[in-house]
């Protein structure tokens, strides 16, 4: 059975198709979840960020530490959809753009051990916005385990071998879930009665024609996406974690 750091958990934020409108609303997710943790009282570290031609986030992986944060947010995974006029439209066009969350947990893995030769290691120097360099030196890393293809990013910290240590944390605990999550996908072809679901839209953030957030497995809606926007998130979260 695998033990998780019940205190912090892994968020991945990806854009879908869209261009420009869906990497800005991969942004305001980032955003939106980090002004929850910050409300709670957690901690929210960029672990690494990819941007598109205008300064969106194309993918982003955080690490976030607060009490029983991984319990909390392990029900945000999934597709977010945003409804609104798009301020990259110069007929002031309605647009549609969707991200996908997903939360993972850290794993404890005590017994797990990684080949060193299965592994390929890039330094590259860390850039934000617009391919800005943020960094002369390449301090950033990347981790690859060549035999499943899973690949880490790692760029919060000042020096290479800090980065490095992150990063082998965080590229364990995908190997050790992805395993986890062939042995579900074993059971559900032994047992054809359990589905797994995947990619299914769990809320949508409408600003355009009317203004609401609903999460259409609890059905709980807000008339304020501005704030839920801004990280008033604990009524979708405590309601669908009480479902």
Same mark, same amino acid.
């Given at each position: 059975?695998?033990? &998780? =750091? ?10 879908? #198709? ?14 939106? &979840? ?11 570290? %960029? ?61 404890? #893995? ?13 330094? &590259? ?44 944390? %965080? ?8 395993? =986890?999550? =062939?042995? #579900? ?8 009665? %359990? ?44 309601? =669908?974690?009480?479902?």
């Amino acid at each position: 059975m695998l033990e &998780y =750091e019940h205190n912090k958990a892994l968020l991945y934020i990806h854009s879908g #198709a869209g261009g420009v409108d869906a990497q800005d609303w991969a942004t305001m997710l980032l955003k939106m &979840y980090s002004k929850y943790a910050q409300a709670k009282g957690w901690g929210f570290t %960029v672990l690494s960020q990819s941007f598109g031609e205008q300064g969106g986030t194309k993918n982003a992986a955080c690490e976030l530490s607060g009490l029983n944060a991984y319990d909390t947010l392990k029900k945000e995974s999934g597709v977010h959809r945003l409804v609104r006029i798009s301020p990259y439209s110069s007929k002031d066009l309605r647009h549609t753009s969707f991200a996908l969350v997903e939360i993972m947990p850290v794993i404890i #893995a005590k017994h797990f051990q990684v080949n060193p030769q299965d592994l390929r290691v890039d330094t &590259y120097r860390s850039s934000g916005p617009g391919g800005q360099n943020v960094n002369k030196l390449e301090t950033a890393v990347r981790i690859t385990h060549v035999p499943t293809g899973v690949s880490v990013a790692v760029q919060s910290e000042r020096s290479q071998s800090q980065n490095r240590e992150k990063a082998m944390q %965080v590229l364990v605990s995908r190997l050790v879930k992805r395993m =986890e999550d =062939e042995k #579900a996908k074993e059971l559900s072809e032994l047992k054809p009665q %359990v589905a797994i679901e995947w990619g299914s839209q769990i809320r949508s953030y409408v600003l355009n024609p009317y203004q609401m957030v609903k999460d259409h497995r609890t059905g709980l809606k807000s008339s304020q996406p501005d704030k839920v926007l801004n990280g008033e998130l604990d009524k979708f979260i405590e309601a =669908e974690l009480k479902k």
